[in-house]
């Protein structure tokens, strides 16, 4: 998905509603990353900043309003409640320690897409300038364009996603499985053919890679200073 409202994590224990979450909001234009526990949700805050969480509270193991408290000192993500029908007291709890709004179970999508955008029209930045340049290279994230050369090459959101995290970490290197985490992909193959993808955007020579570098064994490297 090239171009999208948001970037959402929806947190739930059953798989059929992170399903139709994910497919109802890929349909309204929503970049969609979903965790099955509050511990899988934890791993995936820290490597990625989401615009929104829809986080249910009742989940075997830490709840949705564990994941809060514990989090609460990390989390910059406006929160979006899912909660069993009449039950107060979850509410109440959930909108105290730091929640933004709640929704009961079953809801109309119609009614979670309308509260979304309420929150996001609150609280969604506009992002900051990111262009960086190296030698004849420059990458502008916010107009998804790498400049090499005179030659201009668009890149998707999940390119920049990857570039955005590599360039806030120059010289650190990412895993296949962070790098999956952080774009909701676990085939490592696919991750091989975007990695690749890159190279061709960035490298003057791609099959010698001068930035976008692999290490063998730990994962990916971009190396810009």
Known sequence: MDNFIAHILVVDDDEGIRSLV???LNENE??????DSAEDAKEKIKIIMFDLIILDIMMPGKSGLDFIEENKNNLDSPIILLTAKGNANERVEGLEIGADDY???PFEPKELILRIKNILSKTKKIDTKRV????NVKIDLNKLLIFKDKKEFKINYTEKLILEKMINSPG??????EIGKLIDLHKERSIDVIITRLRKKIEFDPKNPKFL???RGAGYVLWIE
């Open 22 to 24: 994910k497919k109802y």
């Open 213 to 215: 570098q692999t290490i």
């Open 172 to 177: 650190k290197t990412f895993s296949r499985e």
């Open 30 to 35: 929503f970049l969609v990353t979903t965790a």
């Open 103 to 105: 929704l009961a179970k």
């Open 132 to 135: 960086i340049e190296f030698e």
